[in-house]
């Protein structure tokens, strides 16, 4: 007899663990009535009953047989079985089952029938209703499986009997209160017949008993890892401080059949599994207990997957994947599973970057990067890391490439410009840039977009943007943050250019100096001339003129050399500022003492915008408190502490982007440690009759609210702790209703500790026109950088309109006058940002009169978070008239879900969810509710941002599944021994799928596929794996809907036959439109010949023809029928049973072959004294190659390989090449010419553009020196000659006399005698000897 040892602690496990129970199908009860009390024996009957009361067909099956089936002509949920008298041939094991709408249901328990002297061996069981700890309570179920029998519960080592009852059923109930370690032993049940006490049953099965908790808890390892592929072996380890236990080890999720013993080896157990499958996935624990069924607490629960896929990761960036060099970064890796490693990995590189084990994976670890530089820089991905070998494939959700840029751009060169952009998150008409050093300076774009030049340095200053919109032409908006630019300073290396800048500026500044000097030389050196007569010093102006005329063209050629040198090319820098408005954040505080709040003090602060940086606290509007990082979540904490005196004061916080302050938040104000701070009402407008909601924001969570109204005492209401807000609700607003109202908060505790009272609110009833009608022109789920507009109408006329987001006002429109009919305004959001998303409403109004807000729209704004997952319950396929549920799985907490539609404007059905996940109810479909469904979830404190859209989800509402589609892959002829995958595929997801053979009564099932599509593994293809197949859907709910099957697929298996030959005509390259004839011959007759195609699953052809050739006709053939083709026979006294391959044939249908592939290696750029290759590639064998070089009209280069060197010399090598090639058997087709590549000079094309324009300003400075220098020497040539006369007379010192090199004197005149020189005409300059 098998020992069943089914424990107490294991449906109290269950209960206590919370782990969800997986549905087990309802089982058929059996039992056993008789109408003779005293000889029950001679007259048995057997009664079925099917739990779902829905059945109408049972069957009664004895040893595994069935040997009676009974079908009612109605519905019933029991019938009987007559056996009659027991009898030797009546004995014997039976159970029986019902049928469901797919199938028999799982057989009842077992009814054991052995002799006419004994009654049936009852079935005996535990329930548990609380943990396996001593006081705990639990139940022992003992089923006889006859009615009025007398159950006694046994317990090993007594002599009398725990206890018995008699229930008028078939089942008794023994309970066992107050578990204590002497309840703990075996336990047995039997029964007898009240009218003959000797008559007893067998006992039952013994039954262990174990009160866990009186030793320590072992513990429980899984060697590799938890974590494994189907297929793969796991050893669990269960280890105890105590030698000679005995061992359990239990699965969670099925714990009457998951429970397994073993005896220790000293202090420990090891189970082995040698394959898992997925169903072992789970939570498994361990515990031990002695030979007194004592036992230990249980072990920590440890979870194993069993998994081909691990979920995908997604990775997120922390503050920006644009990062400035030098700073840090923190990449945060995320995924659904706790407790695993995470690895970081960039593209290029082989192994992991970082690596975070599975201690480290929680919500505070990312991978850093410190002082990131331009190396960092690329795409970054992550996975899961395990620290054992498995097979599981790892996917991830994203990849995020990290830009390092070199900050700030606020700084720029003279003669550069930079881009100012102005954003705002609102529609705008026009924006405006102002200068604060420029009065007159505004200029005026549409886009925000300024271009600023800073032109001799003039465009450094303090910016700012503002804005107006369409209606309001002549009304702008504040100002923004100011923005200045400024002059770089010098830091850092120069580089070349700057260098060569810098000389060249020098140079001109040397050379402007030395040509002033000379000037001045000039003029000091002709002033000292003396003349002696009238045509002297005509001859003396003439020459200072021309001395003077001299110095001005060398200045002028200075200049021109000037302006040469400063053309030189260096390149020009744009560079972009970002203004950008951010929106206010929410500012609140936390404490963790409920009822003495300012004990321990947090304040926080979070932004709406996805891009904000840091959070800065301000104290009284000036005082800075602190600042802190933003974290995933956009916010920040600034902890206080005990609030002491110094801490009272008004409080708010900025969020910093990356060049931008946000407005302040609301202030909260700290009065003291009696006093909770002011909380803020508000109300939309009040209509009479209707319902008026005001709210009342409070600063705490878990306060109480009361509302006031001026002239009352007492509280108009009061609502509990609901969070950091209330909304107390006027059911129908009437006059009665009107006056000041406020609002205070106060702690849950008595004494009340109460808030200031709120800034009072209002309340009046105004006459109002009918609110209007409101709506986006598009869908309001969009994604960011998506164009919006908003359109608000009436039917009144000349109204004007206000656009509110989140009750607050943003836009407005005025009336347009001069046209009749109809009022409406049009608000435009040019590029949706992740702060624009929210409630907007809008209203109209005409000078004192005002409509009813409009219905709201939620403006979601989607791509922030993961995508979550759609299911259809009970499946995706419904019958018109059904309910269908669809539940939507996303991955974080307190979120709001929309359900959507494809082909409606917006989404169909919203919900707000405590947990993870909502279900959205479609009543009663109709053939309209066909179609594609998505779903996302969005947060509605900040902004709506949204997730990604989930996977659309098709649902079918038909009488009738579509039809599948069988192929096979590789292909449906296969080699024999070769592995062939047969698919099903089709429209419907989340669907099984079974497969058929013809002829084959069994069908392979493949059950809750996740895809469109199933797939059906057929391992080493022998003789039996031959035959057609087809496939259909096997939902894995109860339905009614009608299944087609799919088509049906020839599974042919090859190389069993010699192979036939292939020919073509009229040859294997065609024009399109001609006819081709594929001829196939075989060696064997009567067989069927069968045409194949390379990348084809299916055959293309099949003929039976008389003889020994097939000829596969192909007319007006197209470009989508080149390829590969090939051919197998089989005969036909053996379907199925193919030859080997044919030699596999090329067609080409083209009027010329298609163009090749032309790459250069190592690079484009020529370096020096190396030379590059190009590499030509065509997609035919048997080719010639030809290489162009364009402005040569001979071919450069012939090739059978497509390898072609080139050189550099003489810079012959540089410009743009382009191959083609030619098919050896056709030599005059010539293929379509490659893509150009382009060969240039180490430089690049850039730099020797760049390069070139330097080389001829640099061959016109040289000129103009050269001919400077010329006119110099010539000018000094004729320059008046130094010469040294003696003194003749007086005795006067020595002279020099200073003669006119170019006199003009007449024939025979001896300019140089002494005689002949007048002493009036003669200058005479005294010079120290």
């Known amino acids: 007899m098998m020992l069943r040892t089914f424990n107490l602690f294991l449906g109290c496990i269950w209960l206590s663990l919370g782990v969800a129970s997986m549905a087990v199908e309802p089982q058929a009860e059996l039992w056993i009535e008789s109408n003779h009390p005293h000889a029950p024996w001679s007259n048995i009957t057997l009664l079925c009953r099917s739990p779902a009361r829905v059945s109408s067909k049972f069957l009664l099956m004895k040893d595994n047989t069935q040997i009676s089936w009974t079908r009612s002509s109605y519905k019933t949920f029991q019938v009987s079985f007559f056996i009659g008298a027991l009898s030797e041939s009546t004995t014997g094991v039976y159970r029986c089952c019902y049928w ?169 157990a090891y189970f082995d599994f040698k394959s898992l499958k997925t169903q072992d996935t789970g939570h498994y624990l361990c515990l031990y207990y002695d030979a007194s069924y004592r036992g230990s607490l249980l072990s920590d629960i440890l979870k194993v997957w069993v998994t081909e896929t691990f979920p995908k990761t997604w990775l997120l960036v922390q503050p920006s994947p644009v ?44 991978f850093l990067l410190t002082n990131v530089t331009d190396k960092d820089a690329g795409i970054y991905s992550c996975l899961y890391f395990l620290n054992w070998k498995t097979s599981i494939k790892m996917e991830t959700y994203n990849t995020v490439e990290l830009m390092v840029v070199a900050w700030p751009s606020s700084m720029f060169n003279i003669g550069k410009t930079i881009t100012l952009q102005c954003r705002v998150s609102h529609p705008v008409l026009e924006f405006s840039l102002e200068w604060e050093e420029k009065a007159t300076f505004p200029k005026f774009s549409v886009n925000g977009e300024f271009i600023v030049t800073n032109i001799e340095g ?110 030189l090319c260096t390149g020009a820098l744009a560079e972009e500022i970002v203004i950008m408005p951010t929106p206010k954040p929410e500012l609140w505080a936390e404490t963790n003492f409920p009822l003495a709040p300012w004990t321990n003090l947090t304040l926080w602060c979070r932004s709406p915008s996805g891009s904000t940086k840091e959070f800065v606290l301000l104290k009284d509007g000036t005082g800075w408190i602190a600042t802190r990082p933003a974290s995933e979540q956009v916010r920040a904490a600034f902890p206080l502490g005990a609030l002491t005196h110094s801490h009272t004061g008004s409080y708010h916080c900025h969020s910093w982007e990356e060049m931008a302050v946000s407005e302040p938040s609301e202030a909260l104000e700290l009065v003291g440690t009696d006093i909770l701070p002011k909380p803020v009402i508000s109300a939309s407008l009040p209509v009479r009759g209707q319902e008026l909601q005001i709210r009342c924001k409070g600063w705490l969570e878990g306060l109480g609210f009361a509302l006031f109204k001026k002239g009352e005492q007492e509280p108009v209401q009061q609502l509990g702790a609901i969070g950091r807000e209330a909304f107390f609700t006027i059911q129908r607003m009437e006059d009665k209703d009107q006056g000041n109202y406020s609002c205070r908060t106060h702690t849950q505790m008595q004494p009340f500790k109460w808030s200031e009272p709120s800034e009072p609110l209002e309340l009046v009833i105004k006459e109002t026109y009918p609110k209007p009608f409101f709506k986006t022109w598009a869908s309001p789920v969009v994604a960011p950088g998506a164009r919006v507009t908003f359109n608000c109408s009436t039917s009144h006329e000349h109204m004007s309109f206000i656009l509110y987001k989140d009750d607050t006002e943003i836009a407005s429109s005025d009336p347009a006058w001069g046209k009749p009919g109809s009022s409406a305004a049009h608000f435009l959001i040019i590029s949706v940002g992740i702060g624009d998303g929210g409630n907007y409403s809008c209203r109209y109004y005409d000078f004192s009169i005002w409509s009813e807000p409009s219905d709201p729209v939620e403006l979601i704004v989607t791509e922030f978070y993961p995508k979550p997952t759609l299911l259809a319950q009970p499946g995706p396929v419904v019958l018109p008239g059904k309910n269908v549920t669809l539940r939507c799985q996303g991955i974080f907490q307190a979120m709001r879900f929309a359900l959507l539609q494809e082909g409606t404007h917006a989404p169909i059905q919203f919900q707000s969810a405590s947990g993870t996940s909502v279900d959205f109810l479609l009543h009663t479909v109709g053939a309209e509710d066909s179609g594609n469904y998505s779903c996302i979830y969005y947060e509605t404190t900040m902004s709506n941002r949204g997730s990604y859209p989930s996977t659309p989800l098709m649902i079918w509402v038909t009488d009738t599944f579509p039809r599948p589609w069988l192929s096979a892959e590789p292909s449906s002829v296969v080699t024999m021994g070769q592995n062939v995958t047969l698919w099903c595929q089709g429209p419907v997801r989340g669907v099984g799928y079974i497969l058929h053979k013809e002829g084959k009564a069994a069908s392979m099932q493949l059950w809750g596929s996740t895809s469109n599509e199933g797939a059906f593994p057929i391992t080493n293809i022998s003789g039996a794996s031959i035959g057609r197949y087809s496939c259909c ?30 020919l073509v005509q009229p040859g294997p390259m065609v024009a399109p439109g001609e006819n081709v004839t594929l001829q196939c011959q075989g060696e064997l007759p009567d067989s069927t010949f069968v045409l194949l195609k390379e990348g084809d699953q299916q055959p293309l052809q099949q003929q039976r023809p008389s003889g020994y050739r097939a000829d596969f006709w192909m007319p007006v053939v197209r470009d989508q029928d080149s390829g590969v ?23 080409w249908v083209t009027d010329k072959p298609p163009k090749p592939s032309l790459s250069a290696w190592p690079s484009t750029v020529f370096k020096l004294g190396k030379d590059i290759t190009l590499q030509c590639r065509g997609p035919l064998p048997g080719v010639e190659f030809v290489l162009e070089h364009d402005g040569e009209e001979a071919p450069q280069q012939f090739s059978e390989d497509g390898d072609f060197v080139i050189n550099n010399l003489e810079g012959k090598g540089i410009g743009n090449y382009s191959c083609s090639y030619r098919l050896q058997d056709y030599p005059n087709i010539w293929s379509e010419p490659s893509d150009a590549v382009e060969l240039v000079g180490a430089a690049g094309p850039v730099a020797q553009e760049c390069t070139v324009g330097n080389i001829v300003r640099s061959t016109l400075i040289v000129v103009v ?65």
């Not at 908790?213 to 592929?229: D, E, F, M, N, Q």
């Not at 170019?1302 to 005689?1315: D, V």
Request: net charge neutral; proline share 7%; glycine share 8%.
């Open 458 to 567: 003039q465009g450094t200053g303090t910016y700012s943007c503002i804005f107006s919109i369409e209606a309001h032409t002549d009304i702008c908006s504040d100002p923004s943050k100011p923005q200045k630019l400024a002059r770089p300073r010098v830091t850092g290396f120069l580089t070349w250019n700057s260098f060569i800048n810098e000389v060249f500026r020098m140079s001109l500044f040397v050379q402007l100096i030395s040509l002033l000097w000379l000037v001045l030389w000039i003029r000091w050196r002709c002033r000292r001339l003396r003349f002696s007569n009238s045509s002297h010093l005509i001859s003396g102006l003439v020459r200072e003129a021309w001395l003077l005329g001299t110095a001005q063209g060398v200045a002028m050629l200075f200049i021109l050399m000037a302006l040469l040198c400063c053309g």
């Open 323 to 366: 990062i400035q060099m030098g700073q840090n970064v923190s990449l945060r890796c995320q995924g659904l599973m706790d407790g695993v490693g995470l690895a970081l990995y960039k593209e290029e590189e082989e192994g992991p970057l970082q690596i975070l084990d599975g201690t480290s994976n929680d919500d505070n670890k990312s």
């Open 1265 to 1329: 020196v050269v001919a400077l220098g010329i006119v110099l020497a010539v000018e000094w040539k004729k320059w008046p000659r130094l010469r040294t006369r003696g003194s003749e007379t007086d005795g006067r010192d020595q002279t020099v006399v200073l003669e006119e090199c170019n006199q003009e004197g007449e024939a025979g005149t001896t300019t140089n005698s002494p005689s002949s020189a007048s002493p009036g005409i003669s200058v005479e300059v005294t010079v120290p000897i």
């Open 100 to 268: 469901k709408e797919k199938g028999w249901s799982k057989p009842s328990k077992v009814l054991e029938l052995q002799s006419p002297d004994q009654l049936p061996k009852p079935i005996f069981w535990i329930e548990a209703k609380a943990p396996p700890l001593p006081g705990c309570n639990a139940n022992i179920l003992c089923d006889g499986w006859i009615q009025d029998l007398v159950f006694v519960l046994l317990k090993e080592g007594n002599t009398e009997p725990v206890d018995y009852q008699v229930p008028t059923g078939t089942m008794a109930i023994f309970s066992i209160d107050n578990l204590a370690p002497e309840n703990e032993g075996v336990y047995l049940c039997r029964t007898h017949f009240q009218m003959l006490p000797t008559l007893w049953s067998e006992p039952s099965n013994p039954l262990k008993l174990v009160v866990a908790g009186l030793y320590p808890k072992p513990t429980l390892t899984a060697h590799p890892g938890p974590i494994l592929a189907p297929g793969e072996s796991l050893s669990f380890r269960c280890q105890g401080p105590i030698y000679g236990m005995t061992f359990v080890l239990m699965r969670l999720e099925g714990l009457k059949k998951s429970s397994y013993y073993k005896k220790a080896v000293k202090n420990e």
């Open 1033 to 1062: 859907y096997h939902p894995d709910w109860i339905s009614s809907i009608k299944i087609q099957p799919s088509n049906t697929l020839e599974l042919m298996v090859t190389g069993l036959l010699p192979k036939p030959s292939l």
């Open 1125 to 1147: 083709y090939s051919c197998v026979y089989y005969l036909d006294s053996a379907p199925l049973v193919a030859s080997n391959h044919s030699n596999s044939l090329e067609i």
